[in-house]
T-cell receptor, first 114, second 109 residues
Framework: DAGVIQSPRHEVTEMGQEVTLRCKPI?????LFWYRQTMMRGLELLIY????????DSGMPEDRFSAKMPNASFSTLKIQPSEPRDSAVYFC????????????FGQGTRLTVV | QQPVQSPQAVILREGEDAVINCSSS?????VHWYRQKHGEAPVFLMI?????EQKGHDKISASFNEKKQQSSLYLTASQLSYSGTYFC??????????FGKGTRLSVIA
């Protein structure tokens, strides 16, 4: 397996534009997580899915953020409209389930909103 | 709630030892340790489960004190390759990991 695959690796966009980040988890993993990493706050959990169902989205900062997992092999995180304070590295991770198992991280998407 | 890591940063010379601490205000079922090199994704090091023994591989080991809700990561005889940011992630029982802000470790020759 190629691991967790995220795209794009880098995204630069203007304030107000819509941004869509993509993630392909490891085949067979039942849990998928979206994290945001900044210097100030570290790795923050935004939302996670079990068996394609969103379980907890309390970490999503605002209504501008939304995430979907239409099937077991694909998830998106959308920001609309984007703002400069959304600039961060966004990681997707997957694991067998949400608890005490190893989480595998994708390479991340570095988002810059100007 | 985010676990607290200490120290925030540490600089070591090759061969020196370091301890990184992680504490939580919540009861924990497991603690995970990850290392992230600059510009890369976090990489899993080890899991410590409630009731489990101390874990380790090579010269990196960790302990988990369930009663104190604390874990420590021990790096002995550090190597240049140990440089990076170390994160603890805590799990309160079938919950996703909540990560601390990380400890930046720099090993110099």
């Amino acid at each position: 397996d190629a691991g967790v695959i995220q795209s794009p690796r880098h995204e630069v966009t203007e304030m107000g534009q819509e941004v869509t980040l993509r993630c392909k988890p490891i085949s067979g993993h039942n849990s998928l997580f979206w994290y945001r990493q900044t210097m100030m706050r570290g790795l923050e959990l935004l939302i996670y899915f079990n068996n394609n169902v969103p379980i907890d989205d309390s970490g999503m900062p605002e209504d501008r953020f939304s995430a979907k997992m239409p099937n077991a092999s694909f998830s998106t995180l959308k920001i609309q409209p984007s703002e400069p304070r959304d600039s961060a590295v966004y990681f997707c991770a997957s694991s067998l389930w949400e608890g005490n198992t190893e989480a595998f991280f994708g390479q991340g998407t570095r988002l810059t909103v100007v | 709630q985010q676990p607290v890591q200490s120290p925030q940063a540490v600089i070591l010379r090759e061969g020196e030892d370091a301890v990184i601490n992680c504490s939580s205000s919540k009861a924990l079922y497991s603690v995970h340790w990850y290392r992230q090199k600059h510009g890369e994704a976090p990489v899993f090091l080890m899991i410590l489960l409630k009731g489990g023994e101390q874990k380790g591989h090579d010269k990196i080991s960790a302990s988990f004190n369930e009663k104190k809700q604390q874990s420590s990561l021990y790096l002995t005889a550090s190597q240049l390759s140990y440089s990076g940011t170390y994160f603890c992630g805590t799990d309160s029982g079938n919950t996703p990991l909540v990560f601390g802000k990380g400890t930046r470790l720099s090993v110099i020759a």
